[in-house]
Each structure stands twice: as structure tokens, then as C-alpha cells.
């Protein structure tokens, strides 16, 4: 019992880990900065939901995570390492989701919603429920989540 205790215990201590849950913390922290202070937050709730876990926004979480995690296993493990290999490929599809798919959805719905709200409005349809915008990247965005994640896992490696 003791094992698992232990490896319970070296696991969450795990620098890899520590680096990538305050990486995607320090990136929502930042995204909950902007919002709050453009006007863009309008509830506790909202606050909690972006703090927490809402996609899209600068900087991109989801960047800084995966960008933290390709830093982290670098260090450890070096850039030879099939692991790092393993991160590597891990972060591309990571990038080109944000940046590509998702944003792509995202502004495929926003269409689908406008064509479907003015169908309704004209009568030409029953009913219109509208359709799950996801928010995507923006290279800029993405950019600046992957620097944030790139300098956390720096961090991390350099002052263990």
C-alpha cells in the first residue's frame, strides 16, 4: 500500500505536471484579466466559466499547455527522446486545431446562426435552435499562449 501511496504522491509532485496545470491556469488567469477589464464579463458566473474553462480568448490555453509540455519533456528528457517526439506531434495537432478546425467550426456557426435567425424571422422555418459557436484562435493568439507556455516550462526546468 505504501507504493502507491508513494507513486501517488511522486506523480502529483511531478514537474511535467505542475508546469502544464500552471501553465493552463496562468493562461485563463491572464484571458480573465482581459475580459474583466474590457467589459466583457457580466456575471460572477461568467467569471467562474472562463476562469475555470471557456475556450478562445487571448492567450490560448490550450497553446501555453501543450507548448509547456514539449519545454518540460526537453529538459528532462532531451529533444532526441521519443517522448519528446511523442510531445511534439501532440503539440502540432494541438496548434493546428486551435488555429485551424476549431476556429473554422466557430465561424462556420456564427453563418449558420445569422442564416437560421433570419429564416425564422421571415417565417420561411418553424423554429430555429441556434448551433454551438466554438471559439477558435487566432495566430496571434495562439502565438502569445505558446510563448506564455514556453517560458513556464523554461521556468520550471531551470528552477527546480
Excluded: Y
Excluded at 31 to 47: R, Y
Aim: proline share 2%; glycine share 8%; net charge positive.
Amino acid at each position: 500500500m505504501d507504493n502507491a501511496k508513494d507513486q501517488f504522491i511522486s506523480f502529483i509532485r511531478n514537474p511535467v505536471l505542475l508546469s502544464c496545470i500552471f501553465s493552463w491556469l496562468s493562461a485563463q488567469f491572464v484571458k480573465t484579466l482581459i475580459n474583466l477589464f474590457s467589459g466583457k464579463i457580466h456575471s460572477v458566473q461568467e467569471l467562474f466559466e472562463l476562469l475555470i474553462w471557456r475556450t478562445g480568448g487571448m492567450p490560448s490555453s490550450h497553446s501555453a499547455l501543450v507548448s509547456t509540455l514539449c519545454t518540460t519533456i526537453a529538459f528532462r528528457s532531451g529533444i532526441n527522446s521519443d517522448i519528446f517526439l511523442l510531445s511534439l506531434g501532440f503539440f502540432m495537432v494541438t496548434i493546428r486545431d486551435a488555429v485551424g478546425v476549431r476556429r473554422a467550426n466557430g465561424l462556420q456557426a456564427k453563418i449558420i446562426n445569422k442564416i437560421g435567425k433570419s429564416l425564422a424571422e421571415k417565417k420561411l422555418i418553424d423554429e430555429f435552435k441556434p448551433v454551438k459557436e466554438v471559439n477558435g484562435h487566432t495566430p496571434v493568439e495562439v502565438a502569445i499562449g505558446c510563448l506564455l507556455g514556453f517560458f513556464i516550462g523554461l521556468a520550471f526546468s531551470l528552477f527546480k
